[in-house]
């Protein structure tokens, strides 16, 4: 599914770790080191191991990094923000259930592929995915006020994703919300 372009600002500061880290962001960049740790109830062992799943599920495509990137002022900022921020994997807990999910861009050629793992109590569930585009160069993966985003830094072009309790599943928010 080829993504649509959304019209709407985000504040790519006000990504969720900000809002409730700001005060004690030495202590949180000390504990998590350059890179970020992952949060207590997912192992760093069990998220290299499901990426590593997703990668080989995926013929053709690998698992974009900073030679990916084309806005590297744009992870500076970005990172002066949020320590450890990598714009192409992200974790939180979308679906609101006290586990930490993981979202990560694959690519191949100039397509970027976005995907969602659900938290597991041992770990990560199948990979789900949200969508493609041909050029996430500019940006990458933000939790922001609960929902997971995707798209360039301080864009008006993202797609929101929110946990539908209904449905029980991550939806692409509608324009307005």
């Known amino acids: 599914m080829l993504l649509p372009t ?10 969720t770790p900000m809002r409730w880290a700001a005060p004690i962001m030495p202590l949180l960049a000390a504990a998590c080191g350059p890179t970020g740790a992952p949060p207590p109830t997912a192992s760093a ?5 499901a990426v590593t799943r997703l990668v080989a599920a995926n013929p053709g495509w690998r ?29 939180g807990d979308w679906n609101g259930d006290g586990l930490a999910d993981l979202a990560v861009v694959l690519v191949r050629d100039t397509i970027y592929r976005a995907v969602w793992l659900r938290g ?10 949200l ?4 050029d996430l160069r500019m940006g990458g993966l933000f939790d922001i006020d609960g929902a997971l985003v995707v798209g360039p830094f ?15 599943r991550l939806e692409l928010a509608d324009d307005d919300t």
């Open 120 to 129: 597991t109590a041992t770990g990560f569930g199948p990979a789900e995915p």
């Open 45 to 49: 062992t069990a998220e290299d191991a």
């Open 131 to 134: 969508g493609e585009t041909p």
């Open 63 to 91: 698992l974009a990094d900073s030679r990916d990137h084309g806005d590297s002022a744009g992870v500076r900022r970005q990172r002066e923000r949020e320590p450890g921020f990598t714009p192409y994997r992200r974790r």
């Open 154 to 168: 301080e864009s008006d072009a993202v797609w929101v994703w929110r946990w539908n309790a209904a449905t029980g």
């Open 6 to 15: 959304l019209r709407r600002h985000v504040d790519t500061s006000r990504t």
